[in-house]
């Protein structure tokens, strides 16, 4: 074999490493950031509690409702509800106004799609009402004025709107302070 | 010569795959920080509100009110941001942390201030035989249950503090009050 064709023959000879490795780094990169279940969780920092239920198979059409440090109810990354906008004070009817509204179309919408399962319930003096029997989840920053929280729950229990099962979210580790439950999914003693 | 160059040639090792490995480790372990894992605390709220006739017999319940002690001052220095001021990438609040936020409590008619002092007399009410109520749907006994009201000016995470201390003495049954106003 002459020198010339050694030299084209070696200069073929590529490397797939790098290339491979590189792959597998936008791959994970991809798989970890862009996780399009998380896209209705807002970045909060939720409060740490060691007696709960963890949270490891959550319902795929369980709606969840985002509440800020500032009062504001966000839902699919949408803001619904400003306190600048819309007041502070739950006593006058139309400050809930916004979330009551939310909530009626998480439920329209839910039941027309059957993503959400009707119960009916019979509540006594011959009145039955329709109950949503799937849960809704609450997740608040744990500096959320818990005004604006026990709000969107006694909206949830009102008739028209009737999730009764309602999930307020909790963390087994406070990423403000650091502080982490010694056992992770904290059981009931 | 040639074979000192060749002895040479094979103490050279090849870093690069090494190092991509090693970023992608970094990488890896970077994003799986962000992904703190959640759980919940399942409330279920009354099936009939605002549409009840019927008479009911009263339930005892216990009393867990929470009042502010200090209302404490937002900290803005770890999100680097102002109060009032939208966070241009992720069009949200800067967020703050709360110092020297303190909380009172009155479980029943007993006024504490620590939360370890709340457990303490949690587990005492749930221990005491009077505080066993009559269970409407088997007719036997169960523990009664207990209500958090949290007063204006409390934060979420006073309550969940709280709603944990309930269920470590064994309140099966938790109800939350509300409409007390927002913070003056």
């Not at chain 2, 920080?33 to 409330?43: H, I, M, N, Q």
Request: with cysteine.
């Amino acid at each position: 074999m002459s020198e010339v064709s050694k030299l084209v023959q070696q200069n073929v000879e590529m490397d797939m490493t790098p290339m491979i490795d590189c792959v597998f780094l936008l791959m994970i990169f991809f798989v970890l950031v862009i996780d399009l279940s998380q896209k209705s969780l807002e970045d909060l920092i939720l409060p740490r509690a060691v007696f709960q239920e963890p949270d490891d198979e959550p319902p795929e059409n369980r709606p969840i409702i985002n509440v800020l440090q500032n009062g504001s109810v966000v839902y699919n990354q949408k803001v619904f509800y400003d306190p600048d906008e819309h007041g502070r004070d739950f006593r006058n009817p139309n400050t809930a106004k916004p979330i009551k509204e939310l909530l009626l179309a998480i439920r329209t919408q839910g039941v027309n799609e059957k993503k959400l399962k009707l119960v009916e319930e019979d509540i006594g003096g011959g009145k039955k009402i329709l109950l949503i029997d799937d849960p809704i989840l609450i997740r608040a920053d744990k500096w959320t004025e818990w005004n604006y929280v026990g709000e969107i729950m006694k909206q949830c229990s009102m008739p028209d709107i009737a999730f009764w099962k309602v999930e307020l979210a909790l963390s087994e580790q406070d990423k403000e302070t650091g502080e982490k439950n010694a056992k992770l999914g904290g059981q009931k003693q | 010569m040639s074979a000192i160059d060749d002895a040479q040639e094979e103490a050279k090792a090849d870093m690069t795959p090494m190092i991509d490995v090693v970023f992608l480790m970094i990488i890896f372990f970077i994003c799986i920080d962000f992904k703190v894992l959640e759980s919940k605390l399942p409330a279920y709220l009354p099936k009939d509100k605002g549409s009840q006739n019927t008479v009911v017999e009263p339930q005892e319940q216990l009393s867990v009110r929470i009042y502010v002690d200090n209302a404490g001052t937002p900290d803005y220095s770890k999100g680097g941001g102002s109060p009032g001021v939208v966070n241009p990438n992720t069009g949200r609040p800067y967020r703050f942390a709360l110092k020297d936020h303190r909380i009172k409590w009155e479980v029943g008619p007993k006024p504490l201030y620590k939360l370890e002092d709340v457990k303490v007399e949690l587990t005492r009410i749930a221990r005491d035989p009077a505080s066993q109520v009559k269970d409407a749907k088997t007719g036997g006994k169960k523990l009664m249950s207990c209500v958090i009201e949290a007063y204006p000016g409390t934060y979420y995470d006073d309550v969940a503090k709280t709603a944990d201390a309930c269920n470590e003495a064994g309140f099966a049954e938790i109800n939350f009050g509300g409409g007390l106003g927002p913070k003056k």
